[in-house]
């Protein structure tokens, strides 16, 4: 059974494969537009750019070098005894994309000569790697410039250490200076599942720009980890236990702590060139989970929304989302197309009634993103969590509970709008987006006496004063400058800056190019074959064509260890040959392959 399951993953794999290359291959990199006013759209680019200057401005002056920012009180601290860079690096390539040369050259002169990673400081394993070793790398891409390079790579590894568990996920902290691994001090020590599953992007990327797999093995084995234990569905608890490598808890959700291992499920795929089936497969899993056990509708205006499983698979839907998920009307586009023009994509033989229902769905779920914002009347911002009503007695889409009300300036709808535009070229996710940008010009920024701007988190969304000014809560996170300010600045954007056929975007918005797989660079891992979930085939219409079949992927147990477990698991396969002999056939079967 496990020999089949090997042929037919190849088999898979080549189908991919195939339908990624060649003839099929998109070319991408054209300008988008789609007959939207260029001059109008060009003006309200200007404007994110100009709201990122005027706000780095005054950072500069108030705040530099300070991981927190206070824009009221105009002063800034750290998070440790010295500062980490939270600001500077994950701004940087924002700056770098806005073309804004002297205020990047400042920021390599503060990162060069006043950055120091090696300090007592516990650090949080995935926000260090998202925002720091994320914002360097893509930093080192755009610029080629090694002390970005350099940096990231000692950052990295000082991170080691955090991934030393019995296990191989990485713990939720490490200490800088000794580089041992800390366990999560709450939750019975169990690391985040989104956390564990969201740093492969930047060690892969961090391989191949450096040669060493290391980094890449570290990665796949936190993935291994993950998918061994089975999840049903495709939806994984929130927790995950870095001694056993088990899930903990049943809580499902695509909001905190969940998010985005399923962003780099995809983008894992994409990374490498669309290469690696293991991760489509895995993704699409979860994506045929979702439709199944958490999207739901809205009363009135049957709004689709992804609620909670706080009891796991059977235990009941709660109506409650986060807006952290809202980066997934996006994702499933993306997905869809992977990264074409819808347009593009639905010419293409594997194009199907899945891919098709997918983009459908992340088309609904941006929408409802979008009147998270429009239907808040006080300010037109989202709050950070929202409870859709399911009850035809009652006439709002949703309510907000008096501790959700209060807006981070988070990205993942503009992040939606983003892709949403690229794919379809629709002018009303520009429109939206400028709606939400306005907003936050209108209700999140602040002035000083001086004329100076600043940007800061609210309150509370649902209430202004009587000169409507909502609550500021003096704070203005990384995420603003690294990810909002820069998704919008590229929704409107005319030239196609980072097209998504060559680029995937880390889940801090960090952009890296994709590349192929090489001999050292690769899965390294296969999935066990789970009796309750058989893989299905999810691209049957297009043809296996064995000049362009790949090289086989390999595998972490030996082939003969292998087949003994399939004979365990099936006795009749040993009746009529010995396993060296059914060894040895399948070894030619797949020299076979490799020689076509
Ligand atoms: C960012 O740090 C990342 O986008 C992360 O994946 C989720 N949370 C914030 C933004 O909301």
């Given at each position: 059974?496990?020999f ?5 993953g190849?088999?898979l794999?080549?189908i ?9 291959l998109?070319i991408?990199g054209?300008?988008i537009?789609f007959?939207?006013?260029k001059?109008?759209w060009?003006g ?7 709201a ?5 401005h005054?950072?500069?002056k108030?705040?530099?070098?300070y991981d927190?920012?206070h824009p009221?009180?105009?002063t ?13 690096v994950d701004?940087?390539d924002t700056?770098m ?9 400042r ?6 000569e006043?950055l ?7 650090v949080?394993?995935f926000?260090?790697?998202?925002r720091?070793?994320?914002g ?9 410039d ?8 000692h950052?990295?590894?000082?991170l080691h250490?955090?991934?030393k ?9 490490v200490?800088l ?6 366990k999560n001090?709450v939750n ?5 599942t989104?956390?564990a599953?969201?740093v492969?992007?930047e060690?892969?990327y961090l391989?191949?720009?450096t040669?060493?797999a ?6 796949e084995?936190?993935m291994?980890?993950?998918?061994a ?6 939806l994984?608890p929130?927790f995950v236990n ?7 808890g049943?809580?499902i959700r695509?909001?905190?702590r ?11 795929y994409?990374?490498?060139n669309s ?6 497969e ?15 509708e809205?009363?009135p ?8 499983l ?5 235990g009941?839907?709660?109506?409650k989302m986060d ?7 996006g ?22 009634e899945?891919?098709?229902a ?10 409802t993103?979008?009147k998270m914002?429009?239907d808040v009347p006080?300010t037109g911002?989202?709050p ?5 009503n399911?009850?035809p007695s009652k ?6 509970k008096?501790r ?5 300036q988070?990205p993942?709808?503009?992040e ?10 629709d002018?009303k996710?520009?429109?939206?987006g400028?709606?939400?940008?306005e907003?936050?010009?209108k209700?999140?920024?602040?002035v000083?006496?001086?004329g100076?701007?600043s940007f800061?988190s ?9 000169d409507?000014?909502a609550?500021f ?6 995420f603003?400058?690294?990810e909002t300010l820069?998704?919008?600045y ?8 980072i097209p ?12 890296f190019p ?7 660079l ?6 066990k ?15 296996i064509?064995?000049?362009?079949l ?9 082939l003969e ?7 365990k ?11 060296d002999e059914?060894?040895?056939?399948l070894?030619?079967i797949?020299e076979?392959l490799?020689?076509?």
């Amino acid at each position: 059974m496990l020999f089949k399951a090997f042929i037919y993953g190849l088999g898979l794999y080549a189908i991919y494969h195939f339908a990624q290359s060649g003839g099929l291959l998109n070319i991408g990199g054209g300008s988008i537009g789609f007959g939207a006013s260029k001059s109008h759209w060009a003006g309200v680019q200007a404007e994110v750019r100009q709201a990122m200057l005027d706000s780095w401005h005054t950072y500069e002056k108030y705040g530099w070098g300070y991981d927190v920012y206070h824009p009221i009180k105009q002063t800034g601290e750290n998070m440790g005894k010295r500062p980490l860079g939270w600001m500077i690096v994950d701004s940087l390539d924002t700056l770098m994309l806005m073309d804004a040369k002297e205020e990047v050259n400042r920021a390599k002169k503060w990162i060069k000569e006043d950055l120091d990673y090696v300090f007592d400081q516990d650090v949080n394993v995935f926000e260090t790697t998202i925002r720091m070793l994320g914002g360097l790398l893509s930093a080192f891409h755009l610029s080629q410039d090694d002390v970005y390079l350099d940096k990231a790579v000692h950052l990295a590894n000082l991170l080691h250490g955090a991934y030393k568990s019995p296990s191989g996920i990485p713990y939720a902290s490490v200490n800088l200076e000794t580089g041992d691994g800390i366990k999560n001090h709450v939750n019975a020590g169990a690391s985040s599942t989104a956390e564990a599953g969201t740093v492969q992007l930047e060690m892969k990327y961090l391989a191949k720009l450096t040669g060493e797999a290391d980094w890449w093995q570290l990665a796949e084995k936190v993935m291994q980890a993950l998918e061994a234990n089975k999840a049903r569905d495709g939806l994984v608890p929130i927790f995950v236990n870095p001694e056993t490598g088990k899930f903990q808890g049943s809580y499902i959700r695509l909001g905190s702590r969940g998010d985005s291992y399923y962003e780099y499920l995809l983008k894992q795929y994409l990374q490498t060139n669309s290469q690696e089936l293991i991760y489509w497969e895995m993704y699409r899993e979860s994506v045929e989970g979702v439709k199944k056990h958490l999207v739901k509708e809205s009363y009135p205006n049957k709004l689709k929304f992804i609620g909670e499983l706080e009891k796991g698979i059977g235990g009941g839907l709660s109506n409650k989302m986060d807006h952290l998920v809202c980066f997934y009307g996006g994702l499933l586009a993306l997905g869809a197309t992977e990264g074409k023009t819808i347009q593009e994509a639905r010419k293409l033989p594997n194009w199907n009634e899945e891919r098709e229902a997918d983009f459908k769905l992340g088309e609904d779920l941006t929408y409802t993103c979008y009147k998270m914002y429009h239907d808040v009347p006080a300010t037109g911002l989202s709050p950070e969590i929202v409870v859709f009503n399911t009850d035809p007695s009652k006439n709002e889409d949703f309510y907000i509970k008096p501790r959700d009300r209060h807006n981070l300036q988070r990205p993942e709808t503009v992040e939606s709008l983003f892709y949403l535009y690229r794919i379809t070229g629709d002018n009303k996710y520009r429109k939206w987006g400028e709606e939400i940008f306005e907003n936050f010009m209108k209700y999140t920024k602040v002035v000083n006496l001086d004329g100076e701007v600043s940007f800061s988190s609210l309150q509370d969304v649902s209430q202004v004063n009587k000169d409507k000014v909502a609550k500021f809560a003096d704070n203005t996170e990384s995420f603003w400058w690294a990810e909002t300010l820069k998704y919008l600045y590229l929704l409107f954007d005319d030239t196609n800056k980072i097209p998504l056929t060559d680029y995937v975007f880390n889940t801090e918005a960090h952009p890296f190019p994709k590349f192929d797989l090489s001999d050292h660079l690769k899965t390294g891992w296969r999935r066990k074959i789970d009796e309750n979930q058989p893989p299905r085939m999810l691209e049957s219409k297009v043809k296996i064509d064995k000049q362009k079949l790949p090289e086989a992927q390999p595998v972490n147990k030996p082939l003969e260890e292998e087949a003994k477990e399939a004979v365990k698991e099936n006795p009749e396969l040993a009746k009529d040959e010995n396993i060296d002999e059914k060894r040895e056939k399948l070894n030619k079967i797949i020299e076979n392959l490799d020689k076509n």
